[in-house]
T-cell receptor, first 117, second 115 residues
Framework: AQTVTQSQPEMSVQEAETVTLSCTYDTSESDYYLFWYKQPPSRQMILVIR??????QNATENRFSVNFQKAAKSFSLKISDSQLGDAAMYFC??????????????FGKGTKLTVNP | NAGVMQNPRHLVRRRGQEARLRCSPMKGHSHVYWYRQLPEEGLKFMVYLQKENIIDESGMPKERFSAEFPKEGPSILRIQQVVRGDSAAYFC?????????????FGSGTRLTVV
């Protein structure tokens, strides 16, 4: 079974600075998707960024980018120019891409990000 | 276009009562997924449904929990004879046909408290 590990229960960053959240995963599959979700106090799960494992290029969405290291099974999230609104729980998630495979997302336990003014 | 609607937002039940959680997927979405989030934990998959079919229920507890997604109306997650350990946030997500291409949209969850 696949597992996702987030080793940083909490992180903090100064406003306008850069922070990196870590995520590692374990799988025997070669084709899969990786995600970062943001959960603010409202509890809404918001997709931040998504990476297809077959793509070597790291995904980027505005101030959010990932460092995807497939061989190391590592998928870190970098937030540049941090803003107060970035404060939230961040969850890393894995999903199989195999045909006939499960549609379920496997989540890590999350990292609580605090942004200091 | 309204997002995924879950109700109620908060639900309090006494031990032994039944809890019914509702999820209306986004318009045009025919796939529904239920997840449970315990305190200080990530979300855990429970069940995946399409209209009138359960596709994957590998994450559902064997007893007391059931889910349905009828041809008409919302998806329902039912928990019978609730216990304190059922207290959690329950999230629904929906997707359009193939979530590989279209991804999921999550609702805001229902927080169930068992007293």
């Amino acid at each position: 079974a696949q597992t996702v590990t987030q080793s940083q229960p909490e992180m903090s960053v100064q406003e306008a600075e850069t922070v990196t959240l870590s995520c590692t995963y374990d799988t025997s599959e070669s084709d899969y998707y990786l995600f970062w979700y943001k959960q603010p106090p409202s509890r809404q799960m918001i997709l931040v960024i998504r990476q297809e494992a077959y793509k070597q290029q790291n995904a980027t969405e505005n101030r959010f980018s990932v460092n995807f290291q497939k061989a190391a099974k590592s998928f870190s999230l970098k937030i540049s120019d941090s803003q107060l609104g970035d404060a939230a729980m961040y969850f890393c998630a894995y999903r199989s891409a195999n045909q006939g495979g499960s549609e379920k997302l496997v989540f890590g336990k999350g990292t609580k990000l605090t942004v200091n003014p | 276009n309204a997002g995924v609607m879950q109700n109620p937002r908060h639900l309090v039940r006494r031990r032994g009562q039944e809890a019914r959680l509702r999820c209306s997927p986004m318009k045009g979405h025919s796939h529904v997924y239920w997840y449970r989030q315990l305190p200080e934990e990530g979300l855990k998959f429970m069940v995946y449904l399409q209209k009138e079919n359960i596709i994957d229920e590998s994450g559902m507890p064997k007893e007391r929990f059931s889910a349905e997604f009828p041809k008409e109306g919302p998806s329902i997650l039912r928990i019978q004879q609730v216990v304190r350990g059922d207290s959690a946030a329950y999230f629904c997500a929906s997707s359009y046909r193939d979530s590989n291409l279209y991804g999921y949209t999550f609702g805001s969850g229902t927080r169930l408290t068992v007293v």
